[in-house]
Structures are given as C-alpha cells and as structure tokens.
C-alpha cells in the first residue's frame, strides 16, 4: 500500500502536467467541463489509489482520448495546411512558367477590359504579361480597406492624392468593383436603354452619360501586383469577406483564409438591409419572392420581376421606398403592373418631412401610379394559392406577387467583436470619435460609422454624400490629417417630376420646423425643377396640395380654411433649440452652400423669414 | 406675405409662411458668422492657403490619385509653381510625360481633344474635359471650383 503511495506520489504531478497539455490540445475536439476537478483531486487524495482505482482508470482513459484527439486534429490542420501550400506553390509555379500559353488567360484578359466588373477570383484574372514575376496575394497592405462601397473608395482615392505613390487594398464581400448606389433606385429604373441591367449606364443631370461603376476596371491595379508597382495603386479584393481583426497584430483573416497585416486600416463595411419579422417567420415561399433591395443583383432581380410578374408591393415609406415605388410606377402603365406601397406612417417621407408636406408627397407619389396604403402595420405575410398574401393589423389584405422590404438598414459590425470596438447602443454602428477614429490606426466612415459631429453632435447617417465626405475624410486622417468631421454633408431624393429636393442636417420630422414657400405665380413650372433634378420630363400635372393637418397642442381653436396651397418651391428649417441644425431645399437647387453655412454657424436666429430671404427662392 | 395659420405661433409644431417676390425683395438681415479664411478645418477648393495644390480636391476628380496620377501631379505642380512668361513653357516634358501615360488608359482617359501642344491652361482644360463625375451630385456637395461638366 505504501508503495502504491509512493509510485501515484510520483505519477501525480505527472498526471496533472500531461492532464493540463492534453487539457489545451484537446479543447476543440473534446470539452468535458465536469471533469475539470477530478484531474486536481487525485493529486490531493492521500487515502490511496485503492480506494478511486475505477475512477482513476476512467480518468486516465479520458485523458488518453483526449491527447488522441487533440494530436489527431493538430495533425489533420498541419497536413491541410501544408496541402494548401502546396496547392499554391505548384499554382505559382505553373503559372509562371506558362506564360501565354493557357487558353483560359487570354479569355479572362478580355473581360477585364470589358467594361464589366471582374468577377473572377483575383489570381485567374492577373494579367498573362506579368508571367515573369512571381505572383503572390498581398500579405501586407499599409493601407487596408474593409468594405468596397462608396466610403472606402472616397477613401482610397483620398489617400492617393495625399500620399504619393500609396498602396491601397480594398477588401470586398461582393463580386464588384466599388460601385455608387442612388442610381440604382432612381436614374436606371428612368433609362430607356433596354440592355441597362448589363450596362449599368445612366444618363447625369448634365445630359453626360456614365456607369455607376465609379472606374472602369482599368484604373485599379490587380491585388498580385500591389506590392511591387512602381507608383503604387489601388486594388481590389472581391468575393472576400474579412471574418477577425486582430488589433493588436495589426492584421485581419479573411474568409478564405488569408491574412493581411496592414498599418493603417478602414472599416467601410456599411450594413445590410433589414427584414421584417413576419416576412422571415412567413416561409421559404414568401422569402423567395421578397427583395431587401441593396446591391446591383438586387436591382438587375427587382427589374426582372417588375418585367414578368403583375404585381408589386413595397413595405417601407422613407427614401429608398418611396423612390422604388416612384420608378416603379412610372412603369406600371407600359407593364401592366401593380405597385403597391404600404407604411405605418401616415405620409411617404413621414419621419423626415413635416406633416403638411409629408401628406402633398403622398399624393405626388400616387399620381405617380402607385396605390399608397398609409397607417399600415403588417401583421402576418402568407403564401396562398400562388400569391402573396399581406395581413394588416387593421384588416386590410393586400394579394401580391412581389414584396420588397425598404424598412431601414442594420449596420455591419460583426468585427467589433473581435476587434475590441465599441458599438454604438443609440444609433448603431461602431462608435468613433469627431475624426472618425475607432482607435489608432483604425478608422471608421460611412453607414457603419456613429460618430461625433461637432456642430450637432453625435450621429450615424446612411446617405450617400456623407459616405463620401466621411470616407474622403477618413482618408485624410489615414494620412495624418488629423482633421474633424467639419463639411456638413447633403442628401438628396427625386420622386417623380414635381418633387425633387435637397437637404443638410438633421432633418428629422419630429423637430419644430419653419416652411417659407414662395407663392406660386404663373411662371412657375415643374419644368425647369425637373431639368435641375434630372428626372424625366412629364406632363406638367397640376400642383394640388391638400391643407396641412395641423398637430395642435392645448386650445382647439376653429380649424383652419381649407385652401389649396401650392408647396412649389420653398425652403424649411428644422429648428432644435431654436438653433437651425436642418434644412430642407424643397425645389430650389444650387443654394446648398448657403444651407451648409448657416447650419456651420449654429446661431439663433429670431427671424426666420430673413434667413430664408438668403436663398432667393423666386429666382431660378 | 402671409402666415398660415396665425395661431400656429404657439401650438403648432410646423410652421408655415408664404412670400411673394415683393416680400422677399428687401435685403435679408439675418447675421451670418465671417468665414475664417485660415480656418483648418475648412475644405479649400483647389489652391490651399498656403499656395499649395489640394490634390484632394473633388474638383480634380480621380485625376491625382488614379494610374498616371504622379505624371499628373508633376505636371501641374510644375505648371502651377511656373513664372515664365508663357506660364508652364518649361513644363512641357511634364505634360508629354502625363499624356502618354493617359494613353495607355484610353477608357480613364478619353481623349478627347489630341491637339494640346500649349500647356498653358492646357492643365485646367484636361482636368475639365477628361473628368469623369464621380457622384451625381458631388459637385453640389460644396466644392468651390465651377462645377464641371
């Protein structure tokens, strides 16, 4: 007995070593929680292994398994990776010594000239002439851009200007190039180009034609080549999602496997579209046959659809909403198409401009050919009898063919976790500071990017021109600009020939506002708002408004006369705080600068009507 | 002018006024704050306060920072730093230089006029005539600079 003692004395420590290394290695394959305090029991036990001899063997059993299979899976990701590697070097190999030889280049060169994104992973559409160096993907990238949308590219052109002869990456998920998004719910849907969904080519507010593509392949440099072309270059990853980031390595692993290390790193990652519950709870056919409208497949799905099917029904009354029901109607004489819109709001635009003019857009977009169901909840979405079958909460059903879901965007930041960042728990997105820095040498623009205006505080906007600022600014602190969030960034929507407007700021319905409009004379006409806003030239409808409801507070004076008010053309102020931090240009084009101005000088102003002499609103 | 709704002063959320030209003929005397021209801040158009070139100014568009953006920049920091009588004579290697690099993009670079021998202005007009909007609307997004077509 007392040798067993002694000789389990010695196995012990032994145990609790080997136990402890086994522990680690196997902790994927085999994860046994409750057992943890039985491997530091025997080491304490003085009564004599005698006494837990079945346990003990269980125990050794156990752990013998468990070294089993942690050495069988190191063994097996050792093994893949270095078939991997191998894979590689024979590729690399093969391909530098063939170097015009392979059918499959010159066909792949052809479409890279093609005005087409390059679809293709990144090695098979390298350049056949670049045989003679060996090609290998970047492991390093000074400049690393996360995410290939309208920020990241602002930003790598921004860090090109800056920094002579800079090596930029762009990291993408998507199988295109860096590419802008408005035309893709408005301009395309107006072009009388058949082959459109091909082209992606629209006509601009000057008459110029152009893709929406922001350059043709031509301008980037194949990612292989990035680290050794003379005058660096921007390249573009496509098809690869970055999955880690490791802060404190400076590098991120991509899907694929790869990983970059970077010095200086963006994160454009934008957001994906939100769906709604009741059409996620509602089954594979209802999702078949729902769009979350976003990307160039999307559009070239939705314009499909709206050629084939009869009916169309979009659930979302904010901007990209009522812009798609916009084009789509326009269509729907020639289609002999439905377009339905329904929204719980009671006018289209109902969270951005005030009531009034919330109520005379609504009917713009009905004369637009669109059924508007205003006030409307979804309840349930069913699949019945070959169509789509939409409860309201108030009864009301809606049989269609199509749905497209506009209700709002959820900011992609699935790398904050890894990465350490902070989310923003008010308005989503990672939170940054006024320089739109994360941390150092981490930095955040575009729809992801919640950060810190100094003129109206903190804030996460989702349109296009602020990803362009944000990402243009971005850049400029990449390379040491150290410069804040400063030029105040606009948006714009065109809903049809009579309305089309401008805006700056927060404009946000919920906020006192102030409307000067000017009274509407003979002069003037829809037409020449429309040549400025690009749209189409329609048949000149009449401006019929319908008077404002008005939210009224404690006295129920007389309600006010019903009269037809014409909101031609006018400019309205978003007040917080009796500062102006918004500002709508509804019909008046060109005046932006004054806008940005006054929103920069946050001053209280006791007259409005004076501010609004500024923009000279009877002119053109 | 007319407001709408004259009670709206105190209960209403929105409200509205209505002008006629007349109304809005005499001078507005609303205070503005004076601009800082040396504001850090501030986006400055194509020249810096200093006299540098804002290579990132959206009214270059993508000519700085694409393929032949070196040859570019080059050439016009040589035109614009130019005190010859007939301004950029001497950056005429400059110039050649950028232009057979943008002949090697024909689709960045569309060629549209081939008869550019003076530099003189010749930067100004390339810029103008080769660039491609990169936004429907960036040129409203504040630039100083005309617009370009």
């Known amino acids: 007995m007392f040798k067993c003692k002694a000789a389990w004395n010695k196995l012990a420590p032994l145990a609790r070593a080997s136990s402890t290394l086994c ?3 196997g902790k994927r394959a085999v994860f046994r929680h409750e057992r943890t305090p039985q491997f530091v029991q025997p080491a304490h036990m003085s009564s004599g292994p005698s006494g837990g001899g079945g346990e003990n063997t269980l125990y050794f059993v156990l752990v013998g398994a468990t070294c089993l299979a942690g050495g069988a899976y190191a063994y097996s990701t050792l093994v893949g990776d270095r078939e991997r590697y191998q894979q590689r070097i024979t590729e690399i190999e093969s391909r530098s010594s063939k170097p015009a030889a392979e059918p499959s280049t010159p066909a792949k060169t052809q479409l890279e000239t093609a005005a087409q994104a390059v679809s293709e992973p990144t090695e098979a559409s390298e350049p056949a002439s670049a045989a003679a160096s060996p090609a290998v993907e970047p492991t390093h990238a000074p400049y690393l851009l996360i995410g290939g949308g309208t920020a990241s590219f602002a930003a790598a052109r921004s860090i090109r200007a800056r920094d002579p002869g800079a090596r930029v990456l762009i990291v993408t998920e998507e199988d295109d190039l860096p590419y802008m998004r408005p035309p893709l719910s408005k301009e395309l849907w107006f072009s009388d180009d058949p082959t459109v969904t091909e082209t992606l080519c629209f006509k601009q507010w000057n008459g110029k034609e152009r893709s929406i593509y922001f350059q043709p392949p031509s301008f980037y440099v194949s990612p292989t080549e990035l680290e050794s072309v003379e005058n660096g270059g921007v390249a573009v990853l496509t098809g690869r999602k970055v999955m880690h980031m490791d802060v404190r390595g400076n590098k991120v692993k991509l899907s694929d496997g790869t990983e970059i290390s970077y010095d200086k790193c963006l994160i454009a990652t934008g957001g994906i579209p939100r769906n709604l519950q009741v059409i996620e709870r509602a089954g594979d056919e209802v999702m078949k046959r729902t769009t979350l409208f976003r990307k160039i497949e999307d559009f070239k799905a939705l314009e499909k659809v709206s050629r084939e099917l009869k009916s169309i029904t979009i659930i979302g009354g904010g901007f990209l909403g009522s812009e798609l029901a916009c084009a789509l109607g326009r269509r729907s004489a020639d289609l002999g198409l439905e377009v339905v819109q329904m929204f719980p709001e009671k006018g289209n635009m109902g969270k951005v401009l005030p009531e009034y003019l919330s109520n005379w857009t609504t009917d713009k977009v009905k004369k637009e050919g669109v059924k508007v169901l205003t006030e409307a909840v979804v309840k349930n979405v069913t699949y019945k009898e070959g169509k789509v079958e939409i409860k309201l909460k108030d009864g009301r059903v809606v049989k269609t063919d199509h749905v497209v879901a506009a209700v709002g965007l959820e900011p992609s930041v699935e790398l904050a976790k890894s990465a350490g960042l902070e989310i923003d728990s008010d308005f989503g997105g990672f939170r940054v500071n006024a320089e739109l820095q994360a941390r150092s040498n981490i930095w955040v623009a575009g729809d992801a990017a919640c950060f810190y205006d100094i003129k109206l505080g903190r804030r996460r906007v989702e349109h296009h021109d602020h990803a362009v600022v944000s990402g243009r600014l971005a850049g400029e602190n990449m390379t040491g600009a150290r410069k804040p969030y400063w030029h105040q960034s606009m948006f714009w929507s065109d809903l049809g ?19 000067v409009f000017a009274k509407a004379t003979a002069k003037d006409t829809p037409k020449a708002a ?81 501010v609004a002499k500024l923009f000279n609103i009877h002119e053109e | 002018m007319r407001k709408l709704y004259n009670y709206c002063d105190q209960f209403c959320k929105d409200q509205i006024i209505f002008v006629t030209k007349e109304d809005h003929e005499a001078p507005s005397n609303a205070e503005l704050v004076e601009d800082d021209p040396n504001d850090p801040y501030e986006d400055h158009g194509l020249i810096l306060p200093n006299g540098d070139i804002n290579w990132n100014c959206p009214c270059l568009g993508g000519m700085a920072s694409g393929p032949c953006g070196q040859q570019f920049k080059d050439a016009f920091s040589c035109f614009h730093n130019s005190k010859e009588e007939v301004k950029g004579s001497e950056c005429i290697d400059f110039f050649r230089g950028m232009q057979e690099c943008m002949q090697k993009y024909p689709e960045l670079y569309p060629q549209e006029d081939d008869n550019e021998s003076a530099p003189s202005g010749e930067a100004e007009a390339e810029a103008e005539a080769v660039l491609p909007a990169d936004s429907t609307k960036e040129v409203a997004s504040g630039t100083e600079s005309p617009a370009t077509s």
């Open chain 1, 530 to 610: 429309t040549e400025q806003s690009g749209t189409g030239i329609r048949s000149e409808s009449e401006t019929e408004a319908v008077a404002g409801s008005v939210a009224v507070g404690k006295a129920a004076p007389t309600p006010p006369p019903q009269q037809k008010e014409d909101y031609g053309k006018g400019v309205i102020f978003y007040l917080r705080d009796k500062v102006v931090v918004g500002i709508v240009l509804w019909n008046v084009f060109n005046r932006m600068p004054i806008a940005r101005k006054i929103i920069k000088d946050g001053e209280e102003h006791a007259d409005l009507n004076e």
């Open chain 1, 497 to 515: 020939p009579d309305v089309g407007y401008e805006a700056i700021g927060i404009v946000d319905s919920s906020l006192p506002t102030v409307g």
């Open chain 1, 23 to 25: 522990r680690q290695a």
